[in-house]
């Protein structure tokens, strides 16, 4: 189960390097050529930022996973993971809608907030999981 994590916890630090790069170079010169908004670029560097920022979080929770047991961190890991796909994920597909067409996508947008809601009950269950006196070693 733990390896499953651990490369899950790899691919979406790659997924978040390659989007970084694909925005600062590839998207950012269709905002030059006036195809895509600084907005809709932007969008799409905060949905980089939030992947990445939780991806190594991830990792911290594998880390302490091995030196705790506790269900809160399971649940944070499960609430990171899909604050990922609900957050990035829709704020990506959003972002270059115009790009490549899919202005139907609109629909998306209410997705964005509860992917972020799922990262706040993530760290709300890191913080809970700190004001417990005991975890379990």
Same mark, same amino acid.
């Given at each position: 189960?733990?390896?499953?994590? =651990?490369?899950?916890?790899?691919?979406? !630090?790659? +997924?978040?390097?390659? @989007?970084?790069?694909?925005?600062?170079?590839?998207?950012?010169?269709?905002? *030059?050529?006036?195809?895509? %908004?600084?907005?809709?670029?932007? !969008? #799409?560097? %905060?949905?980089?930022?939030?992947?990445?920022?939780?991806?190594?979080?991830?990792?911290?929770? #594998?880390?302490?996973?091995?030196?705790?047991?506790?269900?809160?961190?399971?649940?944070?890991?499960?609430?990171?993971? /899909?604050?990922?796909?609900? #957050?990035? !994920?829709?704020?990506?597909?959003?972002? %270059?809608? %115009? =790009? @490549?067409?899919? *202005?139907?996508?609109? @629909?998306?947008? &209410?997705?964005? &907030?509860?992917?972020?809601? @799922?990262? /706040?009950?993530?760290?709300?269950?890191?913080? +809970?999981?700190?004001?417990?006196?005991?975890?379990?070693?």
């Amino acid at each position: 189960m733990n390896d499953k994590k =651990l490369i899950t916890i790899g691919f979406l !630090g790659a +997924i978040a390097v390659a @989007f970084g790069a694909l925005g600062a170079h590839f998207l950012k010169s269709k905002v *030059e050529l006036g195809i895509m %908004t600084t907005d809709q670029l932007n !969008g #799409f560097d %905060t949905g980089v930022k939030y992947q990445m920022y939780h991806t190594i979080m991830l990792f911290v929770l #594998f880390i302490l996973a091995k030196h705790y047991n506790h269900k809160f961190i399971n649940w944070a890991y499960y609430c990171f993971i /899909i604050g990922i796909g609900m #957050f990035s !994920g829709s704020l990506y597909l959003l972002c %270059t809608r %115009t =790009l @490549f067409h899919t *202005e139907w996508l609109t @629909f998306l947008g &209410p997705v964005t &907030p509860l992917g972020g809601l @799922f990262f /706040i009950a993530g760290w709300i269950l890191l913080a +809970i999981l700190g004001l417990q006196k005991k975890i379990s070693k």
